[in-house]
């Protein structure tokens, strides 16, 4: 699910009882446990592609269509356009994050996309029992809820199509406490620990580095989504952290709802 100011949540089989990032049932404050930040590296400015949580004061051209929602916007010196869709087949949910440099100047950005496991109905009920890990060979977080009644076995994923610049699965560490989505803490840093540990307050942040020369147009990917076993897991990781794959998966959902 997805609203228009970027807030939603992700779930796997079942949407009560298997919950890969929490829920709230408020139109107000429209809260979520999954967000993408923008930082300047030079600066250290931070926004987002989407009006929540930092995209205050934009202009955002929001399209709902069949089966995908787009962002699209301009700050601080970028056209952004931020592409959100399942894949038809898999249990895989693809960001889509495109930014080109209209400055004259060159630009080091970095993004990271940022979520809170859940991995079951709440995550007050679930953290303490979420296992993570990272896979060097994909680049991708892995987690999994071994205490799970019915989805033991499954195991939730983050990736990306770019090289991972940092990383870490510590919410406390992103966020810090009591937590500012707005302005993570862990955004006022240089970088992320890079580790992949349990036992805390469990997340996954993937950060991306990219370098852009006046004009240039670069595409970050994210994918989200969970397998029935480590197997399938690794699979979707490895398969949905190529290009190709996220472009025809994009054609497929595009195809099935015209026809």
Known sequence: TISESGCGYAWAKN???????????????????ESLYIRDEITGKVWSPTPLPAG?????????????????SYNQGFSQQMKVFVDKNSPVKVIELTLENNSKKHRRLTTTYFAEWVLGTNPESTK?????????????????????????ERVAFLTSNKPVHGLTTDRREFLGSPGNRQIPEGLKRVGL???ATTGAD?????QIHLNFSPGQKHK???????????VETKDLAKRFSQDEITEISWENVRNTWDD
């Open 193 to 195: 620990s890079g580790k």
């Open 56 to 72: 205050q004061n934009v202009d955002y051209l929001v399209s709902h269509g069949q089966g995908y929602t787009i962002f699209k």
């Open 15 to 33: 949407s009560g009882e298997n919950r890969l990032t929490p829920w709230t049932n408020d139109p107000v404050s429209d809260s979520a446990g």
């Open 220 to 230: 970050v990917i994210f994918c989200l989504g969970q397998g029935q076993d480590l």
């Open 202 to 206: 469990p997340c996954a942040a993937l």
């Open 128 to 152: 303490s029992f979420i296992v993570s890990d990272f896979e060097n060979e994909s680049g991708s977080l892995f987690a999994r809820n071994t205490y799970s009644s019915q989805f033991a």
